[in-house]
C-alpha cells in the first residue's frame, strides 16, 4: 500500500499521529473511490460529498484545487485499483473542544480492488444497531465503530451464517438502513426504494446516482419490506451493484430490473459492466 501525507496545503513525508483528533476521537472524513483506466470517473461526486461533510463538522480543507491535481496524479500511478482519501482536523489540545487554527491533516492510499464474487451475494442480520444522529447521518465520518462491530459478529466460525459475505444494520428504531459497507435497494410494486439516510448511515456516491438513474424512492424500510421485495441488491462506488441472492431463509434469483439497474450502472460508470 502505497500512502502520500498531508499537512495543510503541502506535502510531508509522515504525520504526528499522537494528537491526531482523527485517531484519538474519530474527528475526520474519509472517501474511497473507484480508480479506473487512471481516473476517477465519479470525482466531482465524491469531492462534493467530502465538502459537505467538511462543511458539517466544520473542518478547514485545503484548497480543491491542490487536492484534485494530488488524486489525479496518484490515479494515473494506480491504474485501476482503489484511492481513499483522509482527512482530519489535526493536531489540538488535549479535551474534546477543537482548535479552530490548526492546519488539516490528510492523506492518499492506494489499494487493490476487492475480489469479485462468482455468485450473488449471501446476507445476514447484524445485532448491532446503528444509532440516530441526524447530524452526522449521510457523511463518510472516521468513527465507523458500528460497523466494525456488526462485521466482526460473523468473523466467529462457530457463530451463525458465517457464510454471509455481508450483514444488514438497523438503526435503534428497527428501521434497515444498509450493509455494513454498502447501500441496499430492494424492488417492489412501487419501483426501486433504497432506505433514507436523513437519520442514520451514508449517503454514498453510487447510491445517488442510481437513485437518480433508477428513480428510486428514498423511505423508511423494514425487514418485512425486504422480504417482499422481488429483487435486492447494495451498492458502492467500488463494487458497483452487488446483487442478493439470500438473506436468511429468503431468496432471489436474477429478475430484469436487476438487469435493468445494471444497465443504467453500465452507462454511468466504465468499470461496471452489465454484467459481472
Known sequence: MSVRCYHGDRRVDGLDRHADRGLVYGDGLFETMRVHAGCITWWDHHWARFVRGAGRLRIA??????????VAELAREIGDGVLRLIASRGQ??????PSIDSATYWQLSQHRLPAVLPRAWVLRWCDTRCAIQPLLAGIKHCNRLEQVLARAEWHDPDAPDTDADEGLMLTIDGDVIGATAANLF??????????????????GVCRALLI???????ARVTPADIEAASAVFLCNAVRGILPVGRLGTRTWSSRPALDQ????????????????
Open 186 to 203: 430492494i424492488y417492489g410494486d412501487d419501483g426501486w426504494v433504497t432506505p433514507a439516510v436523513d437519520r442514520s448511515g451514508v449517503a
Open 61 to 70: 480543507l485545503p484548497a480543491s484545487n491542490f487536492i484534485a491535481h494530488e
Open 261 to 276: 439497474a445494471r444497465r443504467v450502472l453500465a452507462a454511468l460508470h466504465p468499470a461496471f459492466p452489465e454484467i459481472s
Open 212 to 218: 437518480h438513474g433508477l428513480a428510486a424512492k428514498q
Open 92 to 97: 489540538g489540545a488535549r479535551g474534546y473542544f
